[in-house]
């Protein structure tokens, strides 16, 4: 067990859905990324939160949107779901200063059918 | 923008054999990490090792090692004595760290790797 805890582990929707993915970060990280991984774009960075407010964005869809709450746990929430969007979608988190790399959550298997 | 290339999508080796994974990576920054990490088939993403960009000395931990040419913009991965645990998808990742806390993964393709007994 990382101490990354992501939910749910498998999940399988219909296009034009919404799903929304939580993580909750290793005890005393504030630091929340979002990392989608699919077979043919690899790890992509998504989003970064850092004690409830955004960080920094890479390639986040406009239909996706996350957030950050006071108990620090993030949400990621996917809109109008697309087939491209299934894939792999990890949580990751970090006590941010000194540069140890993430850790990772076990990531939510989401397939759009 | 930095790049992460991994020219090896896949690579074989027998246990107890030593085998290197090799990275090269693009940037125009001084001060950066470099970390290896490793997805076996439960997806979970391990970090196997990091390096600093300003230590001249090569990380070390257990029997994975790296070979880091900052001016080659090289990071290459050795896996000595191989064994049947270590088969998995290895990840060459860079980070710059950013003003204000914001620590970027820029990831590789990865190279799967299969140790066969």
């Known amino acids: 067990d990382s101490g990354v805890t992501q939910t749910p582990k498998h999940l399988i929707t219909a296009t034009g859905q919404r799903v929304t993915l939580r993580c909750s970060p290793r005890?005393?990280?504030?630091?929340v990324y979002w990392y989608q991984q699919s077979l043919d774009q690899g790890l992509q960075f998504l989003i970064q939160?850092?004690?409830?407010?955004?960080?920094a964005k890479g390639n986040i869809l406009e239909r996706f949107s996350a957030q950050q709450f006071p108990d620090l746990h993030s949400e990621l929430n996917l809109s109008s779901l697309e087939l491209g969007d299934s894939a792999l979608y990890f949580c990751?988190?970090?006590?941010?200063?000194?540069?140890?790399?993430?850790?990772f959550g076990s990531g939510t298997r989401l397939t759009v059918v | 923008a930095q790049t992460v290339t991994q020219s090896q999508p896949e690579m074989s080796v027998q246990e107890a054999e030593t085998v290197t994974l090799s990275c090269t990576y693009d940037?125009?920054?001084?001060?950066?990490?470099l970390f290896w990490y490793k997805q076996p088939p439960s997806r979970q993403m391990i970090l196997v090792i990091r390096?600093?960009?300003?230590?001249?000395q090569n990380a070390t931990e257990n029997r994975f090692s790296v070979n880091f040419q900052k001016a080659a913009k090289s990071f290459s991965l050795k896996i000595s004595d191989s064994q049947l645990g270590d088969t998995a998808m290895y990840f060459c990742?860079?980070?710059?760290?950013?003003?204000?806390?914001?620590?970027?993964?820029?990831f590789g393709k990865g190279t799967k790797l299969t140790v066969n007994p």
């Open positions: 939160y850092y004690n409830g407010e955004e960080r």
């Open positions: 940037t125009s920054e001084n001060n950066y990490y």
């Open positions: 390096q600093e960009a300003y230590k001249q």
């Open positions: 990742a860079f980070m710059k760290p950013l003003q204000g806390g914001s620590e970027k993964l820029v």
């Open positions: 005890s005393g990280d504030l630091s």
């Open positions: 990751a988190s970090s006590a941010g200063g000194l540069v140890r790399g993430y850790t």
